[in-house]
């Protein structure tokens, strides 16, 4: 491990996000997701099954108070095993829990997303608001500092009973990430002090001492939830913790077989299979494969990443880039989806990809980016950083409409609307995106991305500013005590010109490394033109003289530009876009004969809107596509026309069957937009792979 | 209705089945289903779930003679909605029903194979079998008719509460054809006395009287049961209560509404949906489009089909026609399969026919045999006839192993027997068939339709014989007073030769109906040959000259010989069999680019044990297939191989996504045998649809 090439994210009070494309959801986040969410969360939304989930901490908190001045007081308890979703009376609600059992998370998930919004862009009334409601949260803690409504309301003789099904450590860790975040956005440490009391306790009740319980995540997050409450406070404990959950899971005996309190018992005589859904089934070091639930598990490699560079763990390392080339090589749609079924949202075997029956949901991939993310602080490899871009640019974005307000939380990559309303197997596909969701994950879990996206832009070290996405933003880069000014501006994500300008005002020895995008096939540094193959070292040397520095190396897809920079200094990059035609490996079944096209890092997709129905007659003449790419033509995005055939279809009174006959081709133009685009013109067919010609 | 046209099937008695292919599938019922079925149905078969179904009667059997020697003796009640299929101790089983609710059919499914195989193959110790398995049966029936030993056994308060879910009138269906069966095999009415008590009683409860039951069959099959119990008795009652169910089906409001025992409620506001499952969501003279469970829907048809014809009722023969076009020219896959989806069992939207999905069930193609003779007893059109014959080499045959020992209930076109062990959405597909199954249904119904395929292959009415199937048989036509004695050879399914031989002592006036089949360009008529859709009236008079009769006529795909028939005639004909390419309607999105291979009336397919794994990876010279037939090459059947190509498939190391580049093609050989002869060989990949060049 070369621990010298370790980084970590810039705190997001050292860069605005000034971009074109990025701000702009931002502002959507900003201005119609974390509102909705707010209503949301107080069940302040006409037509939408309610959250309870203020109405969950306030009465959680009411019945502390009550105890505290009543020592006598009994609190009634209520089964766990048959909560109430919606009760059938709202008018009349008793005091119990309702919602989901991790409903306490749309609060958490929501203060996240304020906390990175106010850090962009400060907001006294939203800020009042979640301080405000942090005071409610906080209130329902427990003297001991646990922090679950479900349980504290419901039956406290149950915590930490049923951690395979019931997520009160899912619901920590997003406590902890709100709190964190909050913390270091307004520097107001309540809810983070209510994170730390609750990890303490945690840590009191597991770990590896005799009397402690040898429990371990249901649904991970808190591996790396403890790991940022570990930064913030510097408390080795919490390392420790998330470490000790790593290292638990998958060992035999299970100890989620220990479990009794579970609704579902898997039958007897299975028993690795019912844990690969939790990624529980073997030692992870061991693990080779990417199974079961997707969210958990890219969820659970972002954890293992943390600690295995937080402890310089080689083993934990080779077993998160076994994972990570598992998923990259086998199991990833191309627009970054992954998570093949419905059947548990989750993983099947390798190359099983279909496209109409895709669960891919939005949530997975936002882990795969904390994946990516957290892979790159390890080892600056463009390999990680080309598949967080296609991530965000096409799985994550395609989770919400264009205009902030409705959301997928299946990203398919061929859809008949027909197939998704008569067709069981479909019905988890929707043909139109949903205003809000019961559990509610992908929307919240959209919001803090979008909110934290300079997160992921670029990351440091020392000594280094490495740019993993061309995102215009502005930061300031602490070189010894100096600080350097950065300025980024960019044409992404269609255009591949970036401007970066670095301000100095005393000289200071730094390192910039650029990512050469797998999608480009040149380069143009200042001026400098290469293909990205072909780099020599006269090239090398020319480009470290065009920018005025003492050396330029390439490395792992990253171009080094080392030396002692000052005053004001301009890089001028470009990495032309062009539209490529690509094809699966010829063991997905259900991409053969088909290609797909992008467009530099955009997955593109054809729609009915634009090509009629039953694209599936429709074929792309590879040999001769004759692309031509018209700028703001659909939603504001450069459209990409090609040449193409429709195959005729049904002729009226048809057999369904009938002796083969060459099929007759009517030459046709196929016009394809951005796959995260789709389905923002009402609902149609849509697909991203096209039969070739 | 032109009802000169209709005609019946023969007796069993009168006509013997000498066929090769027809008779070693009667013999591996004879002599390996039915021992293994009743093994089965009386809970001996080792490492099978019992059955419980000779338990069951000989219980109800018991708690019957109690009553009768003690009017004091109180029966336990049972509940209805908690039945257990295996109970935990099998060591000490309590006096009450276990087993599927409607396990009573294991026996009288068993007893009409029986009585059919008693017809072609006399055995005089399986009688005795029967005939004391039947005396139990007999003796289970109540006083007052109803026999049902999961509801006389559990709560017989709740008798007919639950018709939607609970199969009573199924199992008054099967009760009855295997009783009529019998009764037509060994002219025993035992059990057909039975029958028509239970039938009275039933007809006392339900019709159209002020204080009668409204309700109609959850599982339909009592329709066309009462009509042969009309036909064995000539009651009209049991015609019309059979009418009645079939009139009151889909009327509003809905008679399952009104039930209040089911298990499971449908959701206030699904005022329609939900009835699709049982075709009861509108009149069926309305119903247009087949839907919900295939067997039930075609089994319903067949009811129709019957109660059109004896009642002449052309409303309801449009109904059935509409339905059966809705079928063949939108919903049925090219090996007869029909039912596309698992969830329910059921026929989904036009043109859904996925290959690695499909339910299929071997029970729906053996329900759309039934649905095509009685659409062919109405009028004589070919149309019917090849579903039929493609059903019968296909979609049913498919379903059982070469040795008779095995089964599949689900029928897939194309399998990749990983998927079928590794993903949730194809756990119904079985990559390998099974031994038995809890829900017996596939085998004894393969059991009874193999044991009484005579019945389809001719029908008959006063003075002609309709060949609608060459099938080797022989058989004795009664003209007026006399008996015409007709013997028929034939090469299918692999050779378009038939000869028939018609004996008659005396001149008689007869006309002979016969199928030119839909797969053949052409038929050769006693040396005159014609292309079938070219039959000119001057090739119709060479041919009644060759054939010693007055007339030759072409009506709906069958040619008809009239005249006078005396001595010994013969008749030889050919329709020479070739190899087709067959491509689907393009509107069939999942064969798209794909196509066929049949030969005569079979489909073939390639198996993974002839061409390798990866079939997806191969193509079909469509331009120069270059066709060779190979005798007896596979398991005893011809082999058809063509020129292909193989598609490079993976290479080392190869990335998931890559430019596109046009694969590279190795010339290949494929093989290909018939579609119901897979996996005769061991688990492997299947593929009935190839990809074209």
Known sequence: ?????????????????????????????????????????????????????????????????????????????????????????????????????????????WVEAVAYSLTQHPDAALEKLA?????????????????????????????????????????????????VAYYEATGKDKLLKTACRYADYIDSRFGSGEDKCKGYPGHEIAEMALVRLYH??????????????????????????????????????????RHFYHQAHLPVREQNEATGHAVRAVYLYSGMADIARLTEDEGLLAAC??????????????????????????????????????????????????????????????????????????????GMALDGKSFFYVNPLEVLPKACREDARKFHVKPIRQKWFGCACCPPNIARLLSSIAAYACTENEDTLFVHLYMGCELKKKIGENKVSVQITSGFPYHGNAAIEINSDVPVQMTLALRLPDWA?????????SKNDEITDAI????????????????????????????????????????????ANPSVREDIGKVAVTYGPMVYCLEEADNGNNLHLLRLNCEDPDFKITPDAILGAPSITAKGYREEGEKEGENLYHVYQEPKLTKCELTFLPYYMWNNRGEGEMSVWVRKM
Not at 246 to 269: A, L, N, V
Not at 521 to 529: A, H, L, M, R
């Open 131 to 179: 301080d405000d409601a942090i005071d409610v949260v906080c209130a329902a803690q427990l003297d001991n500092g646990y922090l679950d409504t479900f349980y504290i309301i419901n039956d406290q003789s149950k915590i930490f009973s049923n951690l395979r099904d019931n997520h009160e450590l899912y619901c920590f860790g997003h406590l902890t990430e709100g709190a």
């Open 321 to 398: 880039n076994t994972l990570w080339d598992n998923i990259v090589n086998k199991k990833m749609y191309i627009t970054g989806g992954i998570g093949s079924t419905n059947h548990g949202e989750a993983f099947t075997y390798a190359y099983d990809l279909p496209n109409d029956m895709a669960y891919a949901e939005t949530c997975a991939s936002i882990g795969m980016v904390f994946f990516a993310r957290r892979m790159l602080q390890i080892k600056p490899d463009a390999r990680y950083a080309n598949i967080m871009e296609r991530e965000l640019f096409n799985g994550v974005l395609s």
């Open 1 to 109: 491990m070369d621990t010298k090439r370790f980084s970590d994210p810039l705190s997001l009070q050292q860069i605005k996000v000034t971009d074109n494309f990025w701000k702009k959801e931002m502002e959507l986040v900003r201005t119609e997701v974390i509102p909705y969410q707010w209503d949301a969360l107080n069940d302040n939304v006409p037509g939408a099954a309610p959250s309870f989930c203020m109405k969950n901490y306030k009465l959680a908190a009411d019945l502390n108070a009550r105890k505290k001045s009543d020592p006598s007081y009994e609190q009634p308890v209520w089964t766990t095993s048959n909560f109430e979703l919606v009760p059938e009376d709202m008018d009349h609600l008793e005091e119990r829990f309702y919602g989901f059992l991790f409903q306490d998370t749309d609060f958490t998930k």
């Open 521 to 529: 096939e040149k380069c143009t540094v200042n001026g400098v033109t």
């Open 540 to 583: 090398l040397s020319e480009i470290a003289a065009s920018t005025d520095v003492s050396s330029a190396n390439i490395s792992d897809g990253y171009l080094y530009l080392s030396g002692t920079w000052s005053g004001n200094q301009k890089l001028n990059l470009d990495f032309p876009m062009t539209v490529r035609i690509m094809a």
């Open 232 to 273: 913030a406070t510097g408390e080795e404990r919490y390392l420790n913790l998330s470490r000790f959950f790593i290292d638990e899971r998958g060992k035999k005996p299970y100890y989620f077989d220990s479990e009794t309190d579970h609704k579902f018992t898997p039958k007897p005589g299975d028993t690795s299979l």
